[in-house]
């Protein structure tokens, strides 16, 4: 019996333990916080324990190395200090390993590819694009391309200049998409290898609805559709490609019909089965909005949900897909909903995780 009871115990253990992994959350440091936070989030009960800190200047969006042990972050500085740092992590301490200047200001978004050891860096302030060679450790090696971006929008206020915003693998991580709010495009960047030197070509250019200002894009498993979150119109564009094409086939609004005011759409993610997207909108809306993904591929709103604080920022799912996590800028707050997965269904917890000016998220 007392044999039975210990594995019984041991098995509870282990369970409960595994169930909790860690969260990094990047902030602003102008107003009180360190840097970076580690968290144990609990993946059954949606609670979230801090864990540790680390300083860092400005780590306003970070990513996550496929194996783990490396997370990156940008400095998102508007002077010479901008730049991507790497942190390695044991699966207790995150530690600093090294860092190299963008060459451009106001970094704003890193992306790290799956298949080469590459990471990609969008400079907001300085429309450019910073590619970077990852060294066999994870570290930084050497930033290996600068990509300078030219134009503007029909927004004289927003879009008076080249504004890169983010860059996403593509699917199968041949080609890298970029985001370039102020000149309403999405350029598309094959990667070259020639032996163990790697840069991107520019291949194709996609316009965005004018005035929209692109800043993040989701795509489908098989990269047949993609879908762009324009800021500034709070507009999703999903595109369908068409052969070596990509086709827009239609436009849909973040917000409720009927709705005015100021928009401010921030983050895009697609659940882990395809079948829902979500996107945040910031302004005067402060909301999540659930959209289902129709098997033509089209979008249909489903639901608008309140975020329960103001300015989301980035959001992410818990890896189970149980938990959607929203980070609040203003509010300094990250509100925990729970996510019905086979609806898509949000249901705030009440859970509420305090911390200073959050931007980003990462599992």
């Not at 840097?35 to 200047?57: K, L, N, W």
């Not at 094409?245 to 409720?256: C, F, K, M, Q, R």
Request: charged content about 20%; hydrophobic content about 35%.
């Amino acid at each position: 019996m007392k044999i039975r009871m210990l594995f019984v115990l041991c098995f509870f253990v282990q369970y409960t333990v595994g169930q909790e992994i860690p969260m990094f959350v990047g902030t602003y440091t102008h107003a009180g916080s360190q840097g970076i936070y580690v968290y144990q989030f609990d993946q059954q009960s949606g609670a979230a324990t801090m864990y540790s800190s680390t300083v860092s200047e400005h780590p306003s969006f970070l990513a996550r190395s496929e194996n783990g042990d490396m997370l990156y972050a940008v400095n998102q500085t508007g002077d010479s200090t901008a730049s991507l740092s790497a942190f390695t992590f044991d699966g207790d301490v995150l530690s600093f390993v090294d860092a190299i200047p963008t060459a451009g200001s106001s970094p704003c978004h890193v992306a790290v590819s799956k298949r080469y050891p590459l990471a990609v860096v969008s400079n907001y302030g300085g429309g450019s694009l910073s590619v970077y060679r990852l060294a066999e450790s994870g570290g930084l090696a050497e930033r290996i391309q600068l990509i300078q971006q030219e134009g503007s929008g029909p927004d004289k206020d927003r879009q008076e200049a080249s504004h890169v915003h983010s860059a996403f693998f593509s699917p199968d991580e041949r080609h890298v998409y970029v985001q370039n709010l102020g000149t309403d495009q999405v350029t598309i960047y094959r990667i070259e290898k020639e032996l163990d030197n790697y840069h991107l070509v520019e291949e194709d250019r996609i316009a965005t609805p004018p005035g929209g200002g692109p800043r993040h894009l989701v795509f489908d498993e098989q990269g047949d559709n993609m879908y762009v979150l324009l800021e500034m119109t709070a507009v999703i564009a999903h595109y369908q490609r068409e052969g070596d094409n990509w086709i827009l086939a239609d436009t849909i609004s973040v917000n409720e019909d009927g709705f005015e005011g100021a928009n401010g759409a921030a983050e895009i993610k697609r659940s882990a089965d395809g079948k829902f997207i979500y996107a945040t909108n910031r302004g005067d809306a402060q909301t999540i909005t659930l959209f289902a993904v129709e098997e033509s591929g089209k979008l249909e709103r489903k639901k608008v949900y309140a975020t329960g604080g103001e300015g989301p920022r980035n959001f992410n799912l818990s890896p189970n897909g149980n938990f959607l996590l929203v980070a609040h800028q203003y509010t300094n707050n990250i509100t925990v909903f729970e996510r019905n997965a086979e609806t898509g269904e949000l249901r705030d917890t009440g859970k509420q995780i305090e911390v200073s000016t959050p931007v980003c998220i990462v599992f």
